[in-house]
């Protein structure tokens, strides 16, 4: 808090103004951003597998030999995505603002003005009315009935009373009254700024299939630089020596080769496939009003095992709905519908309040005599009427009202008391309802039924509200104070439900029925929070009240093992979950919709907001759902698997690509064989056996499981098939190479045998097979059979037919290849079961521990 005081009635003069400004202790924050473009730019495009990629593009360029260069577009197409990707990420943080005020009001040199929201200065009196939205924290100066709503920020979801010396925190919304207050703190130190700042700061989402390809990608960059050596040597011994290659010419064939052999051994189309498959996802999602932040994402809610999601906007509307009335008492005063129906229709009702107005459509005029409007820290409200509906009737929660009763009625004797009522049941004639009758005792006796049985309401999960009545009107001065009149006695409790989504039940049992647990986490009463979740087929039990949490991270975990349904739970106290969870070895989806919520939807290894809530918690979510609906949720879980499936599938193809180039560029360095390809060749074959299958497969529906170990499975049928490529192509084109055949008729051999046996890889990998995939293989191999017999394409790979006895090598070696093959693909799965082999122990596991 700044020592320089401030003139309450005139404000800042101009000048102190100006010295602030100066000072630097002004309304604007340092950007706590997210990631510049340059360094976007950088991660995405300077790597150092891009340089190996550009520098071989450009020396085949150089060289003139740009048919071989066609590898080079892949790898700025991967470049493209990536920075589109990550800047759209930091485009949505940069736009996280909790604070969506334009202007503040302030009053200085004695007059009120309104300034820009930045150009506030510590110091500066702040003039707050209903509907304002607070842009720094302050300290109220003075304050006629001011109410704050700090639920975005603290998860408070009752509006707070705000009197001299409390303090207003930026970001908060005025809901009631008006006040002054004084700027304490400004930019970065203030509340709001400094939730930004720690939301705003950048991470991608954790994917298995990214970070599974970027540890091959971190392995291959241990193993090319040496073996890019091997090759280059042994592509210069096999043109004649260095000396010979580099007088002769020969060195241009020579380094061509070993920029085939380099580039085959990096599994670009992995790469690009990936992202392709998050974007289409993103784009089907997108049509059904799920957004998607950031592109991994889409893969990143089916490996999902526990969703933590609110009560409110998930399993309800929100909205709240009359549910009964339960008399206290037998003999009920014949105004009190009249009363309920006026508080209904008053203008400042609450939702609760509202949701009456059509069980009580008859209101009479009435002649209000006073009010008392509702305070969140009173919990109650009232009203008092002449004639029609006399006395004072009081509306709230029943442990309050009865509460406050008692309190006030603590100087008047109960004899007293009982008169008074026999004195308005005598008059219920001439107009004024007829009290409850009994002895003297009675409204004592009343008060404990009435708690009892709201007691027993509150436990049946319904939210539940008094009405009492005096027959006294309470005076002017009283209600200005909010004092209760005496002779209160409890009249009849009324219960409300929460609207239950009509969906939410089939959307939890969907949960259920694929192992995904869930826990409810509300900061409303535990014991409603179950009442509701019962309603959707939840094993709720009675609730666990989030205070009774314990602190240890180990603990939690457990507790939140056991337990499925949360109450009271703060703010600070989800993020600490999600942490637990994810400790316990959980991967954890967050729903919510407050800035309170924004970093623990930022902690969990998926985020999810609602349209409906902050900016702030949508830019930093991973998901929005744009119409708010958490029924999308099955949706989004099938999208992630079809591409996490369908992605693993193919990553076997691209694998066994690196594997074969990686293990053929060893075994021809160590024999000094050139190696057998031209770049253009390689890119040929890797469309026909590779690119184009994966891509028309990766976007096939798959609905499995998600299981991890992505990477291992994919690397134990890559690696042997990779081995059986290599080996197969070392003996077709060295037996072809003993035999004498020329360079051309040796590359057409070799290029013949990979192409074979690796459409037998994809026809091992695309079983169990539909139409479209047989249409798929089909298709592939009547282009290979395009590409050996038409002209053009013979002439454009420089394609020579190789002699019979090369032609019988490959049809001896291809078939025992092919067997191989699917004597690999059977143990795969015998290792590592099928589908249904897979998910089923998994999902047993997780409802043990749900």
């Known amino acids: 808090m700044s020592g320089i005081t401030t003139d309450a009635p005139r404000g800042l003069t101009a000048a102190d103004v100006a010295e602030r400004v100066a000072d630097g202790r002004v309304n604007t924050a340092a950007d706590a951003s997210s990631r510049s473009i340059w360094s976007i730019l950088r991660a995405n495009v300077f790597t150092l597998f891009n340089a190996i990629v550009v520098t071989g593009f450009t020396f085949l360029f150089l060289l003139g030999r740009w048919q071989d260069a066609l590898f080079g577009f892949a790898a700025i197409t991967n470049a493209v995505i990536g920075v589109v990707q990550e800047y759209r990420a930091k485009r949505s943080l940069d736009r996280l603002a909790l604070l969506h005020a334009p202007r503040a009001r302030v009053r200085r040199d004695g007059a009120e003005q309104e300034i820009a929201m930045q150009d506030v200065v510590v110091d500066d009196l702040l003039v707050v009315r209903s509907g304002d939205q607070v842009t720094a924290d302050a300290e109220v100066l003075d304050a006629v009935r001011l109410e704050a709503d700090e639920s975005l920020l603290t998860g408070e979801s009752e509006p707070i009373d705000k009197a001299t010396g409390d303090r207003l925190l930026s970001g908060s919304i005025i809901v009631g009254g008006d006040g002054l207050a004084r700027v304490t703190a400004v930019g970065a130190d203030a509340f709001a700024a400094k939730l930004t700042a720690e939301a705003k700061r950048f991470s991608l989402v954790n994917s298995e299939l990214r970070s599974s390809i970027d540890r091959i990608l971190r392995w291959i960059t241990w193993l090319i630089f040496p073996i890019a050596l091997i090759v280059v040597n042994a592509n210069m011994q096999a043109a004649g020596g260095w000396e010979a290659a580099f007088a002769s010419g020969a060195w241009e064939e020579a380094a061509t080769a070993s920029i085939a052999?380099?580039?085959?051994?990096?599994?670009?189309?992995?790469?690009l496939m990936t992202s392709i498959a998050f974007a289409v996802g993103a784009v089907k999602l997108g049509a059904h009003q799920v957004l998607v932040n950031e592109l991994p994402a889409v893969e990143g809610l089916a490996r999902v095992d526990i969703i933590c999601l609110d009560k409110t906007g998930t399993i309800?509307?929100?909205?709240?709905?009359?549910?009964?009335?339960?008399p206290v008492g037998e003999d009920l005063p014949e105004g009190w519908r009249w009363a309920l129906a006026w508080m209904a229709r008053v203008a400042d009702a609450n939702a609760t309040a509202r949701c009456m107005a059509a069980e009580y459509a008859e209101l009479p005029d009435?002649?209000?005599?006073?009010?008392?409007?509702?305070?969140?820290a009173?919990?109650?409200?009232?009203?008092a009427f002449r004639g029609r509906a006399a006395g004072t009737w009081v509306l709230g929660a029943p442990e309050f009202v009865l509460a406050d009763a008692d309190a006030d009625a603590d100087t008047a004797a109960s004899a007293d008391a009982a008169a008074g009522a026999d004195a308005a049941a005598s008059a219920g004639g001439n107009g004024t309802p007829d009290a409850p009758a009994g002895p003297g005792a009675r409204p004592a006796a009343l008060r404990a039924r009435a708690l009892a049985l709201a007691s027993d309401l509150a436990a049946s999960g319904r939210r539940t509200l008094l009405l009492a009545w005096s027959p006294a009107v309470v005076a002017d001065e009283d209600a200005a104070e909010a004092r209760l009149p005496?002779?209160?006695?409890?009249?009849?409790?009324?219960t409300f439900r929460e609207v239950v989504r009509s969906d939410a039940a089939a959307t939890m049992s969907y949960f259920a029925k694929e192992g995904i647990g869930v826990r409810v986490i509300s900061g409303d009463n535990p014991l409603t929070v179950a009442a509701v979740a019962r309603e959707v087929g939840l094993d709720a039990g009675d609730g666990f009240d989030a205070r009774a949490l314990p602190a240890d991270v180990d603990e939690l975990g457990d507790l939140l093992e056991q337990r499925l349904v949360f109450g009271r739970v703060s703010p600070s106290q989800k993020r600490e979950m999600v942490r637990a969870l994810k400790a316990k070895g959980h991967t954890v989806a967050m729903t919510g919709d407050g800035v309170n919520d924004a970093l623990a939807i930022k902690d969990a290894d998926m985020g999810i907001a609602m349209q409906s809530g902050s900016a702030a918690t949508r830019a930093v979510a991973r998901i929005v759902l744009l119409d708010s609906k958490f029924s999308h949720m099955p949706g989004v879980v099938a999208e992630g698997r079809r591409v996490i499936a369908n992605i693993e599938r193919v990553s076997m193809l691209f694998l066994s690509k690196t594997s074969y180039a990686i293990t053929m560029s060893v075994l021809f360095g160590i024999l000094?064989?050139?190696?057998?390809?031209?770049p253009r060749q390689l890119s040929v074959t890797d469309g026909l056996t590779i690119g184009i299958p994966a891509f028309l497969l990766a976007l096939l529906p798959n609905s499995r499981r998600y299981v991890p170990g992505f990477l291992r499975r994919s690397?134990?049928?890559a690696i042997p098939s990779g081995l059986v490529v290599a080996l197969s192509i070392a003996i077709v084109s060295g037996h072809a190479r003993y035999l004498g055949e020329p360079e051309t008729a040796v590359r057409t051999a070799s290029m013949v045998t990979l192409a074979l046996i690796?459409?037998?890889?994809?026809?091992?990998?695309?079983?169990?097979?539909?139409?479209?995939?047989?249409?798929v293989v089909a298709a592939m191999y009547a282009g290979l059979a395009l590409v050996l017999v038409v002209p053009i394409a013979q002439q454009f790979l420089e394609l020579e037919w190789p002699a019979v006895d090369t032609i019988i090598d490959i049809a001896i070696v291809v078939p025992v290849a092919c067997a191989a093959i699917e004597g690999i693909g059977f143990w795969h799965r015998r290792r590592f079961g099928t589908a249904s082999e897979i998910v089923e122990p998994e999902r047993q596991r997780r409802r043990r521990a749900g």
């Open 366 to 376: 009435l002649d209000l005599a006073a009010r008392v409007e509702f305070s969140s």
């Open 758 to 775: 690796g459409l037998w890889i994809l026809v091992v990998l695309s079983r169990p097979f539909t139409w479209i995939k047989a249409g």
């Open 672 to 678: 000094l064989w050139p190696f057998p390809f031209l």
């Open 715 to 717: 690397l134990s049928f």
């Open 486 to 494: 005496e002779q209160l006695a409890p009249v009849v409790l009324l």
């Open 378 to 383: 009173r919990k109650w409200s009232a009203a």
């Open 261 to 271: 052999a380099v580039i085959a051994m990096i599994p670009l189309g992995l790469v």
């Open 316 to 326: 309800t509307t929100g909205e709240i709905r009359f549910d009964a009335a339960h």
